[in-house]
């Protein structure tokens, strides 16, 4: 019998391309070029399934030329790079990557803040450039990790990662803001406590950013939030792009009206706001949360159980929306 025909839009690991091979005639991108929308709508032609990285964008018009389409297996987590009801009305079945990187990703979350609160980057860069000649008592002194206020908008699967390493390993006052309150269970196991978006933003010493991106969470911190942040704060963003408003990010942190900031996700990226580059208070990273070879083969993986289990059992793994099943 002939195999199902996918595309794999991006380079991935070697043997899970392999792995498709077993169930599928693949066309792969091992060339990694990004693929614009048009060329997506026509690598597509005459593929039943696809296996996606947050850079292609499935919707209407990729849809409506491709009516043969079955599946597209995100490898991401977050899937705003689809457009979930066009891609259910057009039966396609939609699926991500959640839980194997929770963990990985609560890690780099903190590490983030710590080099941020700590100026790590900052002083690195110094260091680098030969500037330094001697040592004095308040050489990038930073903003204190343990023992402070962190304040965590987003209580998902890796907020709560972020949330237990806050309050276990750091001794941290951990409070949170997300669409619905938690459990007692849950909060009681993050140490977490409730509160107003605008009590967060007032109190924290550390503000992470953890809430997927949609049209409601545009800009959730823009310079009215920013405004309401302490002076001596810090805002960390591990989200999305689109998060945070990172033209207003860039004019508060070059006026100091917050300490610092971490960001691993930006507006337009890989295109990083210009005035952003000219800050030195804010420890740029390019979207890596992710990024450990363990995590990213289970990433690569669930993406291709995703594609094997639904042409082979007529079901995903880890589905975002319901269609009538291939088989
Ligand atoms: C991905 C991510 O590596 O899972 C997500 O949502 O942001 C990252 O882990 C990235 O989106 C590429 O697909």
């Not at 991500?96 to 990703?105: F, H, I, Q």
């Not at 409070?175 to 938690?182: G, P, S």
């Not at 450990?292 to 995903?316: C, E, I, P, W």
């Amino acid at each position: 019998m002939k195999k199902p025909a996918i595309l794999v839009a991006r380079a991935i690991f070697p043997e899970t391309l392999a792995y498709l091979s077993k169930h599928f005639e693949v066309e792969s991108n091992q060339a990694d070029e990004v693929l614009s929308p048009s060329e997506l709508s026509m690598r597509l032609q005459g593929k039943v399934g696809a296996l996606t990285t947050g850079s292609e964008r499935i919707d209407g018009a990729v849809l409506k030329v491709n009516p043969q389409l079955k599946i597209v297996a995100n490898m991401a987590v977050g899937f705003n790079n689809f457009d979930v009801p066009a891609m259910t009305a057009s039966g396609v079945l939609a699926s991500n990557t959640p839980d194997v990187l929770t963990e990985t990703t609560a890690d780099f979350g903190f590490a983030l803040l710590m080099a941020t609160a700590r100026r790590v980057t900052e002083s690195e860069h110094y260091l680098r450039a030969g500037h330094w000649q001697k040592w004095s008592y308040d050489m990038f002194a930073g903003a204190e990790v343990h023992g402070s206020t962190l304040g965590i908008i987003g209580m998902g699967r890796i907020g709560q990662g972020i949330a237990r390493r806050g309050a276990l390993g750091f001794g941290m006052k951990v409070i949170y803001h997300n669409r619905t309150q938690l459990s007692p269970q849950l909060e009681a196991e993050c140490k977490a406590t409730y509160v107003s978006k605008e009590t967060l933003l007032k109190t924290a010493d550390h503000v992470m950013l953890v809430v997927p991106y949609s049209a409601a969470s545009h800009h959730t911190i823009g310079a009215a939030e920013l405004a309401l942040m302490k002076p001596t704060a810090t805002l960390v963003n591990i989200a999305r792009g689109g998060i945070v408003d990172d033209a207003a990010l860039a004019k508060a942190l070059a006026a100091r009206q917050i300490a610092a900031a971490g960001l691993d996700v930006f507006e337009g990226e890989p295109t990083v706001h210009p005035d952003l580059l000219k800050v030195p208070n804010v420890v740029l990273t390019p979207h890596i949360a992710s990024a450990t070879t363990k995590t990213r083969l289970a990433m690569a993986q669930l993406a291709a159980d995703n594609l094997v289990s639904y042409f082979t059992k007529g079901h995903a793994l880890t589905p975002l929306n319901q269609v009538a099943s291939a088989s």
